[in-house]
Every structure is written in C-alpha cells, then in structure tokens.
C-alpha cells in the first residue's frame, strides 16, 4: 500500500470507532461541513499509518527517534490553556491547507487537513488514553499528542514561528 492508496481506505463517520469525539453533544459536536473534512480510515488504513511510523523507527525514543529532527519543542497541556496550545500549534507554520495524517494506533487513523487539527486538537486527542502522531507524508515534521498531556514538534526545516495569532483566523 502506499499513501496514494488511502483514499481507497476511507470509511464513513458513523462506521468509526472514535466518532463519539466529533459526533456527540456531551463531547464535541462539529458541523457537518468540518466532519465532512475528516477522513478517518478503515483497519488497513490505519494499520499502514501505524506500521509506517514504526518502520521509520519514529518513536523508538520518546518522543522521536535520536537525530531524525533537528529542531524540537513541546508544551504542557494544562487546565485553562486551550487557547495557549491552539497558538503554539499555529506557530508550527504548517499551512492550513496541508493534508496530515493522524494515527493513533494500528486500529484508528484519519486523514485531514491541518487547519482542523488546529482547530479541533482537543477533540482529536484525548490525554491520558491517547498516543496521537499527526504528520505528513514527507516527514519533515511531526507532532506527538502524548497522554501524559505534552505535545512534542519535532522538524527538520529551519522554520521562523508564527508570532500574531488572530483568533479570527480560526473562523473557517
């Protein structure tokens, strides 16, 4: 299989087992046009992501690999900073339109662009069950969601951060 080959392993919302996260009002309640915009993936599908990431040997220590990124930095996910963390994930410089891919193990994953990541990553990861790697297919770069509640950016590309956050960009 190749990432080509995803698209073939897309499954409608209500057959996914973490839709509850998107779905239901007492959890997060998207509008259809965003839920629309996320892909998630049968178990061949999630299961290529998984076993992508582990032949790259992306987690081999936490949170990446020795020496696969030369630039790294993290943050807390604490009580009151949604917003905090919704910035310091724009300042990632990932343009919003960028295809990602998220695995969150060998039996979920989903494709969908960046910008609902930023927008909905407290839907997406859930700490302390979740291990959550979003990246794109180059690898250039990568996020873990760690349920001990840090998320680590690991890159290889020099790459100037993001410093006016409007909250109206998130409008979309």
């Known amino acids: 299989m190749t990432f080509e080959d995803l698209n073939k392993n897309i499954i409608l919302m ?13 959890y997060d309640l998207l509008p259809e046009q965003h839920i629309a915009e996320l892909k998630p993936l049968n178990k061949t599908g999630a299961e290529f992501l998984a076993d992508y990431l582990d032949n790259c040997w992306i987690h081999s220590n936490e949170p990446f690999k020795n020496g696969l990124f030369r630039n790294l930095d ?14 310091w ?7 919003f339109d960028k295809k990602v ?3 969150w193990d060998g039996q ?6 960046w ?8 839907s997406i990861f859930y700490g302390g069950s979740d291990d959550l790697t979003v990246f794109d297919q180059s690898l250039e770069w990568a996020l873990l969601f760690a349920h001990y509640d840090k998320i680590f950016f690991g890159t290889n590309k020099d790459y100037v951060l993001k410093t006016e956050f409007d909250e109206k960009v998130m409008q979309f």
């Open 115 to 122: 910008k609902f990541v930023l927008k909905y990553w407290d």
């Open 74 to 87: 993290e943050i807390e996910i604490l009580e009151n900073n949604k917003k905090k963390i919704t910035k």
């Open 14 to 26: 209500t057959e996914f087992t973490l839709k509850w996260r998107f779905t239901e009002e007492k």
């Open 89 to 95: 994930l724009y300042q990632r410089a990932i343009p």
């Open 101 to 103: 891919f998220l695995s």
């Open 108 to 113: 979920n994953g989903m494709i969908t662009k």
